[in-house]
Nanobody
Framework: QVQLVESGGGEVQAGTSLRLSCVAS????????MGWFRQSPGKEREFVAV????????YYADSVKGRFTIFRSNVKNTAYLHMDSLKPEDTAVYYC?????????????????WGQGTQVSVSS
């Protein structure tokens, strides 16, 4: 079992930055693909970014490419999502997730473990 706890969300103005953290416990994330997803009111949960355990590769949704960066510290057992140039449309609850056997997955159903989410609100 992997327990995930996100933090770092908040209310910010457009154009600013935030860094979300996802602290894992129970098992080391070095063998897990880590993903970030987000969900806005009335919308389905959508993929944001993924960092694969096998080769540390990353992949992003087109809507955040060039603005968001996903990375991890296996020593701290923590995954991060650094968000620059935030836009009002980035407003959502952000969730981190862990998947043991998949690589580079953008599909939420392939992730076994989820955090409780952290709210990001961006005002114009």
């Amino acid at each position: 079992q992997v327990q995930l706890v996100e933090s770092g969300g908040g209310e910010v103005q457009a154009g600013t930055s935030l860094r979300l953290s996802c602290v894992a416990s129970g098992r080391t994330i070095s063998n897990y693909t880590m993903g970030w997803f987000r969900q806005s009111p009335g919308k389905e949960r959508e993929f944001v970014a993924v960092n694969s355990w096998s080769d540390d590769s990353t992949y992003y949704a087109d809507s955040v490419k060039g603005r968001f960066t996903i990375f991890r510290s296996n020593v701290k057992n923590t995954a991060y999502l650094h968000m620059d140039s935030l836009k009002p449309e980035d407003t959502a609850v952000y969730y981190c997730a862990a998947a043991a056997t998949v690589v580079g997955s953008t599909t939420s159903s392939e992730y076994s473990y989820w955090g409780q989410g952290t709210q990001v609100s961006v005002s114009s």
